[in-house]
Protein backbone atom coordinates (compact mmCIF):
# COMPACT_ATOMS: atom_id res chain seq x y z
CA UNK A 1 0.00 0.00 0.00
CA UNK A 2 1.52 3.41 -0.83
CA UNK A 3 0.96 6.34 1.31
CA UNK A 4 -0.46 9.40 -0.78
CA UNK A 5 1.45 13.31 0.86
CA UNK A 6 -0.36 14.90 -1.93
CA UNK A 7 -2.33 18.41 -1.35
CA UNK A 8 -5.81 16.38 -0.65
CA UNK A 9 -4.09 14.34 2.43
CA UNK A 10 -1.70 17.27 4.03
CA UNK A 11 -5.57 19.68 4.08
CA UNK A 12 -7.24 16.15 5.74
CA UNK A 13 -4.10 16.01 7.96
CA UNK A 14 -4.09 19.73 8.78
CA UNK A 15 -7.47 19.50 9.42
CA UNK A 16 -7.55 16.76 11.95
CA UNK A 17 -4.19 18.88 13.52
CA UNK A 18 -6.94 22.09 13.62
CA UNK A 19 -9.49 19.66 15.29
CA UNK A 20 -7.17 18.38 17.92
CA UNK A 21 -6.19 21.56 18.81
CA UNK A 22 -9.09 22.70 19.33
CA UNK A 23 -10.27 19.63 21.74
CA UNK A 24 -6.88 20.52 23.31
CA UNK A 25 -8.00 24.05 23.96
CA UNK A 26 -11.65 22.77 25.29
CA UNK A 27 -10.05 20.24 27.89
CA UNK A 28 -8.13 23.04 29.05
CA UNK A 29 -10.95 24.65 30.06
CA UNK A 30 -12.44 21.51 32.01
CA UNK A 31 -8.98 20.81 33.74
CA UNK A 32 -8.53 24.61 34.31
CA UNK A 33 -11.99 24.57 36.05
CA UNK A 34 -11.32 21.43 37.92
CA UNK A 35 -8.38 21.70 39.46
CA UNK A 36 -8.55 25.76 40.10
CA UNK A 37 -5.81 26.66 38.17
CA UNK A 38 -6.88 29.99 36.93
CA UNK A 39 -3.90 30.58 34.13
CA UNK A 40 -4.94 27.25 32.33
CA UNK A 41 -8.60 27.67 32.52
CA UNK A 42 -8.08 31.41 30.77
CA UNK A 43 -5.67 29.93 28.18
CA UNK A 44 -9.05 28.10 26.49
CA UNK A 45 -10.36 31.53 25.80
CA UNK A 46 -9.48 34.79 23.67
CA UNK A 47 -9.49 37.57 26.28
CA UNK A 48 -12.29 39.37 24.27
CA UNK A 49 -14.85 36.00 24.40
CA UNK A 50 -17.93 36.02 25.70
CA UNK A 51 -19.95 33.03 27.98
CA UNK A 52 -23.05 32.61 28.38
CA UNK A 53 -23.32 30.07 31.26
CA UNK A 54 -26.40 29.14 33.44
CA UNK A 55 -27.04 33.16 35.09
CA UNK A 56 -23.60 33.94 34.11
CA UNK A 57 -23.19 36.32 30.97
CA UNK A 58 -19.78 38.11 30.65
CA UNK A 59 -15.76 37.49 29.86
CA UNK A 60 -13.74 34.79 31.08
CA UNK A 61 -11.73 36.13 34.37
CA UNK A 62 -14.92 37.27 35.01
CA UNK A 63 -16.62 32.98 34.72
CA UNK A 64 -13.50 32.31 36.81
CA UNK A 65 -14.06 34.12 39.19
CA UNK A 66 -17.65 33.31 39.75
CA UNK A 67 -17.28 29.80 39.26
CA UNK A 68 -14.64 28.72 41.52
CA UNK A 69 -16.07 30.86 44.12
CA UNK A 70 -19.41 28.62 43.88
CA UNK A 71 -17.77 25.88 43.56
CA UNK A 72 -15.34 26.12 46.39
CA UNK A 73 -18.44 27.32 48.86
CA UNK A 74 -20.57 24.28 47.74
CA UNK A 75 -18.66 21.35 46.52
CA UNK A 76 -15.63 19.07 47.24
CA UNK A 77 -15.04 18.11 43.79
CA UNK A 78 -16.24 18.77 40.33
CA UNK A 79 -15.36 16.86 36.89
CA UNK A 80 -16.35 18.54 33.62
CA UNK A 81 -16.10 15.46 31.39
CA UNK A 82 -16.80 16.16 27.35
CA UNK A 83 -18.36 13.53 25.51
CA UNK A 84 -19.22 13.81 22.05
CA UNK A 85 -17.69 16.46 19.57
CA UNK A 86 -18.12 17.94 16.21
CA UNK A 87 -16.24 20.79 14.62
CA UNK A 88 -16.95 22.23 11.76
CA UNK A 89 -13.76 24.38 10.22
CA UNK A 90 -13.94 27.40 7.97
CA UNK A 91 -10.51 28.82 7.90
CA UNK A 92 -9.66 30.63 10.83
CA UNK A 93 -13.15 30.52 12.31
CA UNK A 94 -14.35 27.23 13.86
CA UNK A 95 -17.88 26.55 15.17
CA UNK A 96 -17.96 23.02 17.71
CA UNK A 97 -20.81 21.42 19.94
CA UNK A 98 -19.60 18.89 23.05
CA UNK A 99 -21.43 17.61 24.72
CA UNK A 100 -20.83 17.34 28.38
CA UNK A 101 -21.19 15.42 31.35
CA UNK A 102 -20.86 17.43 34.96
CA UNK A 103 -20.33 15.47 38.05
CA UNK A 104 -20.27 17.05 41.51
CA UNK A 105 -19.57 15.85 44.83
CA UNK A 106 -21.18 18.61 47.28
CA UNK A 107 -20.09 19.33 50.62
CA UNK A 108 -22.95 17.86 52.43
CA UNK A 109 -22.06 14.31 50.54
CA UNK A 110 -24.57 14.91 48.65
CA UNK A 111 -23.53 14.38 44.48
CA UNK A 112 -25.58 15.93 41.43
CA UNK A 113 -24.96 15.37 38.18
CA UNK A 114 -25.50 17.27 34.95
CA UNK A 115 -25.92 17.07 31.22
CA UNK A 116 -25.99 19.35 28.39
CA UNK A 117 -23.99 21.16 25.57
CA UNK A 118 -21.41 23.75 24.96
CA UNK A 119 -21.51 25.56 21.82
CA UNK A 120 -18.80 27.31 21.18
CA UNK A 121 -17.02 29.60 17.86
CA UNK A 122 -13.36 29.50 18.17
CA UNK A 123 -10.68 31.66 16.39
CA UNK A 124 -7.62 31.03 15.04
CA UNK A 125 -5.91 34.49 16.28
CA UNK A 126 -1.48 34.10 16.58
CA UNK A 127 -1.93 30.68 15.89
CA UNK A 128 -3.62 29.29 18.40
CA UNK A 129 -7.73 27.96 18.47
CA UNK A 130 -9.17 29.79 21.30
CA UNK A 131 -13.09 29.92 22.87
CA UNK A 132 -14.62 33.46 21.56
CA UNK A 133 -18.12 33.00 22.19
CA UNK A 134 -19.34 30.34 24.47
CA UNK A 135 -22.84 29.21 25.05
CA UNK A 136 -24.24 26.65 27.20
CA UNK A 137 -27.24 24.29 26.78
CA UNK A 138 -28.15 22.90 30.05
CA UNK A 139 -30.68 19.54 29.18
CA UNK A 140 -31.05 17.50 32.45
CA UNK A 141 -29.97 17.33 35.91
CA UNK A 142 -30.54 15.03 38.98
CA UNK A 143 -28.92 14.39 42.56
CA UNK A 144 -27.35 10.48 42.91
CA UNK A 145 -27.39 8.52 45.86
CA UNK A 146 -24.41 9.15 48.74
CA UNK A 147 -22.22 6.18 48.73
CA UNK A 148 -18.66 5.90 50.53
CA UNK A 149 -15.68 6.39 48.47
CA UNK A 150 -14.36 3.66 47.42
CA UNK A 151 -10.95 2.35 49.06
CA UNK A 152 -10.62 5.49 51.81
CA UNK A 153 -9.80 3.33 54.31
CA UNK A 154 -6.45 2.13 53.02
CA UNK A 155 -4.00 3.26 55.09
CA UNK A 156 -1.78 4.65 51.91
CA UNK A 157 -4.45 5.35 49.38
CA UNK A 158 -2.93 8.84 49.08
CA UNK A 159 0.52 7.95 48.95
CA UNK A 160 0.86 9.33 45.16
CA UNK A 161 -0.71 12.94 46.03
CA UNK A 162 -4.13 13.33 47.20
CA UNK A 163 -6.82 14.50 44.82
CA UNK A 164 -6.21 18.26 45.05
CA UNK A 165 -8.34 21.22 43.51
CA UNK A 166 -4.78 22.95 42.98
CA UNK A 167 -1.57 22.50 41.13
CA UNK A 168 -1.09 20.32 43.94
CA UNK A 169 -2.76 17.30 42.61
CA UNK A 170 -1.14 14.69 41.06
CA UNK A 171 -1.93 14.88 37.82
CA UNK A 172 0.46 18.05 37.87
CA UNK A 173 3.64 15.94 39.11
CA UNK A 174 6.25 15.74 36.99
CA UNK A 175 7.84 12.76 36.76
CA UNK A 176 4.87 11.02 37.87
CA UNK A 177 6.26 8.71 39.98
CA UNK A 178 4.47 5.51 42.56
CA UNK A 179 5.80 6.23 46.32
CA UNK A 180 3.22 3.24 47.59
CA UNK A 181 4.45 0.28 48.44
CA UNK A 182 3.51 -3.18 46.76
CA UNK A 183 0.49 -4.38 47.57
CA UNK A 184 -1.59 -7.55 46.08
CA UNK A 185 -4.57 -8.09 47.29
CA UNK A 186 -5.11 -11.96 47.99
Not at 25 to 42: A, I, P, T, Y
Not at 134 to 144: F, H, K, V, Y
Request: charged share 25%; net charge negative; glycine share 6%.
Amino acid sequence: MTTSTGPETLAKLETLLDRQEILDCLLRFSRGMDRFDRELFLTAFHDDATIAAGIFVGKPADLYAWASDMHEQGQIATHHNLLNHTCDIDGDVAHAETYYLYAVRNRDDTNWLAGGRYIDRLERRDGQWKIVVRTNAIEWSGMLPTMPIPFSDVPDIHGNGAPSRSPADPSYQRPLENKRAPNIPG
